[in-house]
């Protein structure tokens, strides 16, 4: 069983920056790719970006691409989404989630259903 605790979300104006945290419990954190999703008001939640368990490999939506950067320190089991340049579309609550493959698969990094557990989310508010 792995718990996800994210953190780092808040109001910020458009242009701004915020970084993430998604912390898991647990030992065998490196050997979960983990991913981000985001959910806006009256919208289906979507992906955002996926690391593998090494760190090595990372994927990301092209509305962020460019502007987030997912990342992972294993020594500290916590994964980061540092997001650049906001816009006022960016808004959401944002979901960290975990999948028990560790590698980059095509068929899974933006399936929902791939990424066993879920953290609770954490708002994130663009203002413009």
């Known amino acids: 069983q792995v718990q996800l605790v994210e953190s780092g979300g808040g109001l910020v104006q458009a242009g701004g920056s915020l970084r993430l945290s998604c912390t898991a419990s647990?030992?065998?954190?490196?050997?979960?790719?983990m991913g981000w999703f985001r959910q806006a008001p009256g919208k289906e939640r979507e992906f955002v970006a996926r690391?593998?368990?090494?760190?090595?490999?990372?994927y990301y939506s092209d509305s962020v691409k460019g502007r987030f950067t997912i990342s992972r320190d294993n020594t500290k089991n916590t994964v980061y989404l540092q997001m650049n340049s906001l816009k006022p579309e960016d808004t959401a609550v944002y979901y960290c989630?975990?999948?028990?493959?560790?590698?980059?698969?095509?068929?899974?990094?933006?399936?929902?259903?791939?990424?066993?557990?879920w953290g609770q989310g954490t708002q994130v508010t663009v203002s413009s």
């Open positions: 989630a975990a999948d028990r493959v560790s590698a980059m698969i095509t068929s899974r990094t933006s399936n929902e259903k791939a990424y066993e557990y």
């Open positions: 647990g030992r065998t954190f490196s050997s979960y790719a």
């Open positions: 690391i593998s368990g090494s760190g090595g490999s990372t």
